[in-house]
T-cell receptor, first 116, second 112 residues
Framework: GAVVSQHPSRVICKSGTSVKIECRSL??????MFWYRQFPKQSLMLMAT?????????EQGVEKDKFLINHASLTLSTLTVTSAHPEDSSFYIC????????????FGDGTRLSIL | GDSVTQMEGPVTLSEEAFLTINCTYT??????LFWYVQYPGEGLQLLLK?????DKGSNKGFEATYRKETTSFHLEKGSVQVSDSAVYFC???????????FGGGTRLMVKP
């Protein structure tokens, strides 16, 4: 069964709206979660690494003030797209992994964000 | 840095045909290797994995062997089905376990 739950699966909103996406690990504690962005017919691009109890680590070129990440607990990380604009429309996917060598990342089902 | 290269798609096959999707990597140390599958409009699902050289990962008829000498992790299936149509991603997890590097993805289309 699914071990990572992502919500919502689809969001359509007006330009200027802030949108929050939740990522939950269902049956394990995740000290680290990951946020990816995927453009149509492309691979995943890592946006940031979310660390429980500390600030997220952002990849080069990702705006920290645009994409706010909060890792409130060992099972929940949130990504807030602030003042979203049409160019922020994309497929956002989170992942988490259990602790241990070689543990795979388990992915949520993704959130399709469409900004009008 | 680490990198993963996989064959470009789309790959179009008839049902029951043999499938190979090539994947090669460059990395320092001893990474773990994965294949993920993405169905339309969905997130990624782990298909199989291998954590050390010569390991063979297998699941749902798919197989891939971790070949350190050729730095490869090719995905194979003996007889594909229409339901296998999806995008397949090869991925590498670094030693520290904190960075997953993806290949560009290969779209597979299986026709009845």
């Amino acid at each position: 069964g699914a071990v990572v739950s992502q919500h919502p699966s689809r969001v359509i909103c007006k330009s200027g709206t802030s949108v929050k996406i939740e990522c939950r690990s269902l049956d394990f504690q995740a000290t680290t979660m990951f946020w990816y962005r995927q453009f149509p017919k492309q691979s995943l691009m890592l946006m940031a690494t979310s660390n429980e109890g500390s600030k997220a680590t952002y990849e080069q070129g990702v705006e920290k003030d645009k994409f706010l990440i909060n890792h409130a607990s060992l099972t929940l990380s949130t990504l807030t797209v602030t003042s979203a604009h049409p160019e922020d429309s994309s497929f956002y996917i989170c992942s988490a992994s259990r602790q241990g060598v070689g543990q795979p990342q388990h992915f949520g089902d993704g959130t399709r964000l469409s900004i009008l | 840095g680490d990198s993963v290269t996989q064959m470009e798609g789309p790959v179009t096959l008839s049902e029951e045909a043999f499938l190979t999707i090539n994947c090669t990597y460059t990395a320092t140390g001893y990474p773990s290797l994965f294949w993920y599958v993405q169905y339309p409009g969905e997130g990624l699902q782990l298909l199989l994995k291998a954590t050390k050289a010569d390991d063979k990962g297998s699941n749902k008829g798919f197989e891939a062997t971790y070949r350190k000498e050729t730095t490869s992790f090719h995905l194979e299936k003996g007889s594909v089905q229409v339901s296998d149509s999806a995008v397949y991603f090869c991925a590498l997890l670094n030693n520290a376990g904190n960075m997953l590097t993806f290949g560009g993805g290969t779209r597979l289309m299986v026709k009845p």
